[in-house]
């Protein structure tokens, strides 16, 4: 239940991005759904092996190069998608770092309290 919460609210922040961003397009909230799932996929598959691969250039970019990473995955997303759009890297770099911080704040909001 915990991973179909977390899928919706990365889909809600998806869906406000797009709408706050001008060059990011997404078709309604089933297709930001969507984008959250191919995210997430390829965040749990091929993040990792990019992150590997270019370990020496984010260890001398003190860790600032997964930013870019994750900017690429964007794009990856938007490359497997006919849904959603990205117009230019620098968009998915922004992209990228407002959807990490607005997926923060709504994971805090919901976060279930342990006992």
């Known amino acids: 239940m915990n991973l179909i919460i977390r899928l919706l609210l ?7 991005l797009a709408h706050l961003l001008s060059g990011v397009d997404v078709d309604g909230y089933l297709g930001a759904l969507i984008v959250a799932v191919v995210l997430a996929i390829l965040n749990l598959l091929v993040k990792p092996l990019l992150i590997i691969f270019t370990l020496p250039v984010t260890i001398m970019t003190l860790g600032l190069f997964l930013l870019v990473i994750n900017a690429l995955i964007i794009l990856l997303a938007d490359k497997l998608l006919d849904g959603f759009g990205v117009s230019s890297f620098w968009t998915a770099l922004l992209f990228s770092i407002l959807l990490s911080i607005l997926q923060s704040i709504l994971h805090s909001l919901f976060k279930e309290k342990k006992e």
Do not use: I, M, R
């Open 10 to 16: 990365n889909a809600l922040a998806v869906f406000v």
